[in-house]
């Protein structure tokens, strides 16, 4: 069964980092291209970032470039989100999920499958 579990949420103060893992089990992770999102209480689930099979395609969106960086470690078989200058308005529920496909800018989630469960990112002081 193809699994992955997301991990390294938490509070932090605006201004503040996390880094998220995004571990895969019952599959190799180095033949999918991965994908974050984000999902906030009210609010529509949305594309974060993408990293192709390889790494060498990043897509990420305006409301994170600059902040956020993605990359993947196929030999742990796990992505990671490094998050930098925490916003309030970052706060969601953060989830990866697989793709066979590219990376597309819009990063779809009607492309993607095998979601994790998430994990809990609040940004607040």
């Known amino acids: 069964q193809l699994q992955l579990v997301e991990s390294g949420g938490g509070l932090v103060q605006p201004g503040g980092s996390l880094r998220l893992s995004c571990a895969a089990s019952g599959f190799t992770l180095k033949n999918y291209a991965i994908g974050w999102f984000r999902q906030a209480p009210g609010k529509e689930r949305e594309g974060v970032s993408c990293i192709s099979s390889s790494g060498g395609i990043i897509v990420y969106k305006a409301y994170v470039k600059g902040r956020f960086t993605i990359s993947r470690d196929n030999g742990k078989n796990t992505v990671y989100l490094q998050m930098n200058n925490l916003k309030p308005e970052d706060t969601a529920v953060y989830s990866c999920?697989?793709?066979?496909?590219?990376?597309?800018?819009?990063?779809?989630?009607?492309?993607?499958?095998?979601w994790g469960q998430g994990t809990q990112v609040t940004v607040s002081s």
């Open positions: 999920a697989a793709t066979i496909g590219p990376c597309k800018v819009s990063i779809p989630g009607t492309d993607f499958g095998s």
